[in-house]
């Protein structure tokens, strides 16, 4: 058993392309390795080096944590303008945070760059993570048959563990395939490359090969997804979740959910239809009522019934990090002026303006803290999905419009006063869902995907160019300039590329995804920076 776990890890080292030589790990791994007799062990493993954990980030949204960028991709967000409360002086978030990210946020083919070049950080952060999670988990599922489990709790444990084993592992190749390869269609998807597809828990390491590891198609990947996450559901279905457990552990709801999800992805309506038919039907979630949605509190906390499950960190709750001050990302407001101001809850709950510029802040749907994290802003399921993915699946179906609108007026009517029920059919209802999912689900790690397959849906195709405007800062953090960046339809830009280390580990590299160079359109030089409500408008140079 040791040795097959440290077979995994070498595995994982040779995938994530270090220069550690494979013969040289193993002959240094040290004796009195643990080794699991009890399935209760596994369970301690999952949660020590499967689950991602949840940890306080200072400086909020990061380029080189799992994850950390995946909110300032798309149209959703921006940067503050103006001048800061000390005259040109502005907040120091463009230091720790913009400055770092922004090889992700003006979508660069180098994404670890910062703005002035100074420094640039590895690409291989979320690959690296979510791999050896992956690598675990192999491990666990290969040996934990062969442990006993012969008392009621251990037939428990035995179940639960494989359950959320399953899970993990679909969920992790799912944010891998839609981060490093092409959307899912369905007459593409045999020939599309995706990702490595590593499912053992030893290494197959030759060194007569040139190329080690190779891509598996989008089809073979999603496949596996779908295996997976079935066999989560089926496994915590035998042994549930203890209730105690629910929100930070997964549990079959979890699993039907991503299903769900997943379903719509691949563009088979009727499997979403019924998997989130399942999550809407469990007496174990439900929606928050509109009474609950206040400024007062923080919506998405772990007081929050309609949450199923969460993990990970939060990058947008540290303070000032999406607070629409200047030198600090803040809301768009292509997002913002979606909402009905006068009446939906949601918008004094979510978002304040900020109150030395006309930029919002994201204020409080996670709320503000120095604390760990109880929910996160990338991996948090709940059930307010199941609705809109049902609404949607029932409207691509034909002949369920009705159907369709009853759940998509019983979602609004718990984040609306005195909403009235809407009718809408054919194109207007979808883009009535797909709107309600982008306010619903803003900054909850879903918008970048949801554009990347919206491109590419059979009957109501939805593409869109997006511009992020950057309020460029000096070492002294005061305003310079600002600077207009844009990501056209069907840009590369919406797959990344292989991380570097990946590409060069073998001496015949697997395909890498193209990705070119993005250069700032028209550069505006003035007094206070704008955002996307300015005036002027960019033009390519």
């Known amino acids: 058993m040791i040795r097959k776990y440290i077979y995994s890890v070498v595995a994982s080292v040779c995938l994530m392309g270090t220069a550690t030589s494979c013969s040289d790990f193993l002959s240094e791994y040290s004796q009195d390795m643990v080794v699991a007799k009890e399935v209760s062990h596994f369970d301690e493993l999952l949660l020590g080096s499967v689950y991602v954990p949840s940890v306080y980030m200072q400086d909020g949204v990061s380029p080189s944590t799992v994850c950390g960028f ?75 048959t062969d442990l006993p489990h012969s008392t009621k709790e251990d037939e428990a444990t035995y179940w639960r563990v494989q359950g959320e084993a399953h899970f993990l592992r679909g969920y992790f190749f799912y944010i891998l395939a839609n981060l490093y390869s092409n959307m899912y269609t369905e007459e593409t ?46 496994y915590l279905t035998r042994s549930p979740q203890v209730d105690s457990h629910r929100l930070y552990r997964v549990s079959a709801e979890a699993a039907d959910l ?86 939906d809850r949601r918008v004094a709950a979510f978002f304040e303006p900020h109150y030395s510029t006309d930029s919002i802040g994201l204020s409080n749907k996670y709320g503000h803290s120095t604390e760990r994290p109880r929910v996160s802003d990338v991996f948090t399921l709940r059930v307010s999905e199941a609705y809109l993915n049902k609404a949607e699946a029932c409207a691509m179906q034909g002949g369920k419009d009705a159907e369709a609108c009853t759940v998509l007026n019983k979602l609004r009517k718990e984040r609306i006063t005195d909403y009235k ?20 689900l803003c900054f909850e790690g879903q918008r970048w995907f949801d ?32 600077r207009y960046y844009v990501l056209k339809e069907d840009d590369p830009a919406y797959t990344f590329s292989i991380p570097k280390t990946t590409i060069n580990f073998d001496n015949v590299p697997m395909p890498d995804n193209p990705r070119e160079e993005r250069k700032p359109l028209e550069v505006k030089d003035n007094e206070n ?13």
């Open 70 to 144: 995946l909110n300032i991709l798309d149209d959703d967000v921006n940067t503050g303008k103006g001048a800061g409360a000390f005259g040109n002086r502005i907040d120091m978030g463009w230091t720790s945070t913009m400055n770092p990210t922004f090889g992700y946020f003006a979508w660069q083919l180098q994404v670890g760059r910062n703005y002035t070049g100074t420094n640039t950080v590895r690409d291989d952060g979320t690959w690296n993570d979510l791999y050896y999670r992956i690598f675990t988990i192999n491990v666990i599922l290969n040996e934990i």
């Open 189 to 234: 998807a045999d020939k599309t490359l995706s990702v490595p597809l590593k499912l053992t828990p030893y290494i197959e390491h030759d060194k007569s090969k040139k190329t080690q590891f190779t891509r598996a198609s989008v089809k073979d990947v999603y496949e596996q997804i779908v295996k997976d996450l079935k066999a989560a559901s089926e």
């Open 258 to 343: 991503m299903l769900s999800r997943v379903y719509l992805y691949m563009q088979n309506w009727k499997e979403a239809e019924a998997y989130a038919d399942k999550v809407i039907a469990s007496k174990n979630v439900s929606l928050a009522r509109l009474s609950s949605i206040s400024p007062d509190n923080p919506f998405l906390s772990e007081n929050n019934g309609e949450i199923i499950f969460s993990q990970g960190p939060n990058y947008l709750m540290a303070p000032n990090r999406l607070s629409g001050a200047p030198g600090t990302y803040c809301v768009s407001h292509d997002l913002y002026d979606l909402y009905d101001q006068e009446n």
């Open 421 to 440: 029920d809407r009718t809408y059919t054919g194109s207007e209802l979808v883009n009535q869902i797909r709107l309600e999912r982008r306010k619903e």
């Open 451 to 482: 554009l990347r397959r919206y491109a590419v849906n059979k009957q109501y195709p939805y593409k869109r160019q997006i511009l992020h405007v950057l309020n460029v800062c000096g070492d002294d953090v005061d305003y310079l300039l600002t």
């Open 529 to 541: 920076g704008t955002d996307e409500g300015g005036t002027t408008t960019p033009v390519e140079e």
